[in-house]
Structure formats: C-alpha cells, structure tokens
C-alpha cells in the first residue's frame, strides 16, 4: 500500500475519475483547479503529438494533452463532449482531454495499492497505484509521470510543456 504524505496518516486524498475510451481511471486532484468543457485548442508547432495545444481560460495560457495519447492508448475524439481536467504543475496550467468525468471522492491514501510488478512497463509507468472502490478496480495515474518530458508514450521525466521561448 501507499503510505500517506508525511504526518497524518489518516488525511483522505481526493480522487477525480473519469474515462479514457471505454476504461476509467483515476487522478489525485491535489493541484486540480477546475474541470471544464473541451472546446478546441490552438495547436502549437513542434510540440509532441500528445499536445494538443493551448487554451485561453480567462487569461491563463493552458497547455492541452490528449491523455489517452500520452499513456499509449490511441487518441481521443476531439468532441464537444470532451472534459479538461485544469490544474496547476510546477508552476505551469496544465489541462488533460477527457471523454468525461465520472466522480470526485474522498479516499485513505493506503487503500492505493501498489502497481502489480507484472504489468507491463508502459502502462506502470504512469501509474500511482491501484484502488479497489465500490467493488471496481481503479488505475490511479501518477501527473508527474504523465506530463514528463519523454515524447514517447513509454518514459516520463519533468518537463513535457512547450518552451516559453520568446
């Protein structure tokens, strides 16, 4: 199991699922900000193609990644019935294309069990954990992972946003 951040081991972490395809999975939403409705992106030149591009929320530049892109898993429609998960990484907004979310809900930091050794190495790579709620099991994604500088859907290091080059 995961052991909770130091200090109270007791302290729930809220959790945000939502589908990818016909999967869900999760994501702690420590640093989620928002969720709003996907509505186009302007597309960035040279960027990886797991970038969608940039969004203008109410004069906060966002980059926009195609999650299922990210994490090997093909691409999603990009549809009106799409949501962005916003949050802010290491000082950047970041936004993450959903085709929806399911739920936010609290839960113990230990019930995240660990990833199982034998899953393969581009699916544990962007996992936390995995946690067993209300009789489903549920891949928690760990951010730092999914929006590392890797462009291949296989590594993941700090870093993946466009330059901000002038």
Known sequence: ?????????SQAL???????????YGLPTTHVQEIVRFRGVTPVHHAPPFILGV???RGKIVT?????ARTGLGRLAQTS???????EWHGEHVGLLVDDVIDVFPVEPTSIAQVPANMPEVQSTYLLGILSHE?????ILNEDAVLGDDESPHG???GALPDRKG
């Open 64 to 68: 926009v990644f195609d999650l299922a």
């Open 81 to 87: 019935e799409g949501r962005v998960i916003i949050f």
């Open 156 to 158: 993941a290091s700090h």
């Open 14 to 24: 809220l959790v945000s699922t939502f589908y990818l395809g016909d999967k869900s």
């Open 135 to 139: 009789g489903r099991l549920i891949p």
């Open 1 to 9: 199991m995961l052991s909770a951040a130091e200090g109270d081991e």
């Open 55 to 57: 969004v203008n929320l």
